[in-house]
């Protein structure tokens, strides 16, 4: 006690005045009481910021009760002075800040390092005989060295059969611990603020004290067991990722084949090197090759005017031809007389002039009237063969 009393007046190096014990166990459990009973969650920032102030200060706490050695295992409860019994909850308060930590990829370490804790506030506990509990037993699976079902996740975990009677035991203990932590907590709420006041008595502060470490030693417990079972599946999932196949890279896709060209002539030969956008769309390419009349549907419309015009000309050529011959033959040979070149052309003329007449009239055309010479000759009769005589 007199060790603790002249820690807390100690000052350090520096000249100002170090903290105290007491004033480190107090802030820290403050604190630890307004992240255990906010509503904000656990991840906030907030929250976060006064976990690791708590454990800041119950951490140096801790560093400060194991130099003065504040405990012993030689001593029995009653010898621990009642400003001292406050100090047997470091370790459990520093557990329970731990589990409140928030960091997915160092959970397995801070689930250990909580469980650490846990085990050496029951211990300590238990040689100070502050209450009757079983100690839990440090169980091979939670340990470094995990056995193979562990290490090798291609193993299948092996099935006992459930103990009834164990099973029954174990609900039945987690009863009395939940009827005795409730009982504890009354009786806290019942003299706390006297404790908090000032004017309790000595006795009562000791019972105050007391009351808290029972109360931790049942939540200790509890946590531990949840603890175990944590353990047990963050070290399966940890196995799981370790075998689990890597998945394979993306393939990237194959490059398209390109040409370099040396100058814009090449380029324009070659081409870009690779398949080129559409010029033209389908609408584009349906209107061209209409005008151009290569659709099905205009074959046989295109070839039946075909084979019209050709029919017309043949005709046109057939009827200039007769006309031809008819105006030469009666010209030169009927009348007996003897025409001049000049007599012939006009002939030929007519007759030109009587075949395009034809076409243009059965084209329902309609020209302006063309003068031309008259023949010498212009008495024409129609032989008994049907013929044009010119006489």
């Known amino acids: 006690m007199a060790a603790a009393e002249d820690a807390n007046s100690k000052q350090n190096p520096s000249g100002s005045e170090a903290p105290k014990l007491s004033d480190l166990l107090d802030r820290g459990w403050k604190l630890f009481e307004e992240v255990d009973t906010t509503n904000e969650p656990s991840s906030s920032n907030a929250v976060q910021v006064k976990v690791k102030r708590a454990l800041m200060q119950l951490e140096e706490a801790t560093r400060m009760v194991n130099q003065l050695n504040v405990f012993s295992r030689n001593e029995a409860l009653e010898e621990i002075s009642t400003a ?39 211990q300590r506990c238990k040689d100070y005989d502050v209450c009757s509990f079983q100690l839990p037993r440090a169980s091979e699976n939670t340990a470094d060295t995990p056995t193979e079902e562990q290490t090798n996740p291609s193993v299948p975990m092996p099935v006992s059969q459930p103990d009834l009677i164990a099973m029954a035991t174990q609900r039945q203990a987690k009863i009395e611990r939940f009827m ?158 003897t025409h001049t070149g000049e007599d012939m052309a006009t002939a030929k003329t007519w007759a030109d002039l009587i075949s395009h007449t034809h076409i243009y009239t059965h084209a329902s055309l309609h020209f302006p009237p063309i003068n031309l010479p008259m023949l010498p000759i212009c008495d024409m009769d129609t032989s008994e063969s049907g013929t044009v005589v010119v006489s």
């Open 84 to 122: 001292d019994l406050k100090y047997l909850l470091l370790p459990a308060l520093l557990g329970a800040l731990t589990m409140k930590q928030v960091n997915p990829s160092k959970r397995l370490e801070h689930v250990q390092a909580a469980r650490v804790y846990f085990m050496d506030f029951l």
């Open 180 to 337: 005795q932590r409730k009982e504890t907590e009354a009786k806290l709420s019942e003299i706390r603020g006297l404790v908090e006041s000032g004017s309790a008595d000595e006795e009562l502060v000791r019972d105050f004290y007391l009351l808290h470490v029972r109360r931790w030693v049942t939540l200790a417990i509890e946590e531990i067991d949840s603890i175990s079972q944590e353990m047990e599946i963050l070290k399966r999932m940890e196995l799981f990722k370790q075998s689990a196949p890597q998945p394979s890279p993306p393939k990237r896709p194959p490059m398209k084949p390109f040409i370099l060209t040396k100058d814009a002539v090449q380029a324009k030969v070659f081409g870009a090197g690779y398949p080129s956008l559409p010029t033209m769309t389908v609408d584009d390419w349906y209107e061209q090759h209409r005008r151009q009349g290569c659709l099905p549907d205009q074959g046989i419309p295109r070839r039946m005017l075909m084979q019209r015009k050709m029919r017309e000309r043949k005709e046109r050529g057939r009827k200039r031809t007769m006309m031809t011959r008819h105006c030469r033959r009666h010209v030169t040979g009927t009348t007996g007389k």
